[in-house]
Nanobody, 112 residues
Framework: QVQLVESGGGLVEAGDSLRLSCASSGVTFSAYAMSWYRQIPGKEREMVAFITSSGGWTSYVDSVKGRFTISRDNAKNTVYLQMNSLKPEDTAVYYC?????WGQGTQVTVSS
C-alpha cells in the first residue's frame, strides 16, 4: 500500500529556514501529483503547495508565495518543501498528500 513519511520539521526562530521531505513507497511516485498541507489545532487543513507529476507546474497559497518552494525528485520518490523566511503564523503540522493518501505529519514551530 501507499506509504508517505514526512521529515524535517522542528523548532526554529522567525526568519529561519527549514526543508521538509516526504518519501513515498508502494506506488509509482512519478505518476502522481503531490501536495503539502498544514493544519493548526482547531482549524481546517489547508493546502500550502502543489506540484504536478513531472514537476513542471507548481502552485502555492498566497500566504507562502515567494517564501516556500515545492519540488520533487522522482528518482528518489520524494517531494520537498523548502520554507524560507518562516513566520510564527507558519507554525502547524505539515502533511504531504498523494490522492487520498496522507503522511503522519511533521511539526513545524516558529518562535517570534
Amino acid at each position: 500500500q501507499v506509504q508517505l513519511v514526512e521529515s524535517g520539521g522542528g523548532l526554529v526562530e522567525a526568519g529561519d529556514s527549514l526543508r521538509l521531505s516526504c518519501a513515498s513507497s508502494g506506488v509509482t511516485f512519478s505518476a502522481y501529483a503531490m501536495s503539502w498541507y498544514r493544519q493548526i489545532p482547531g482549524k481546517e487543513r489547508e493546502m500550502v503547495a502543489f506540484i504536478t507529476s513531472s514537476g513542471g507546474w507548481t502552485s502555492y497559497v498566497d500566504s507562502v508565495k515567494g517564501r516556500f518552494t515545492i519540488s520533487r525528485d522522482n528518482a528518489k520518490n520524494t517531494v520537498y518543501l523548502q520554507m524560507n523566511s518562516l513566520k510564527p503564523e507558519d507554525t502547524a503540522v505539515y502533511y504531504c498528500r498523494m490522492l487520498s493518501n496522507w503522511g503522519q505529519g511533521t511539526q513545524v514551530t516558529v518562535s517570534s
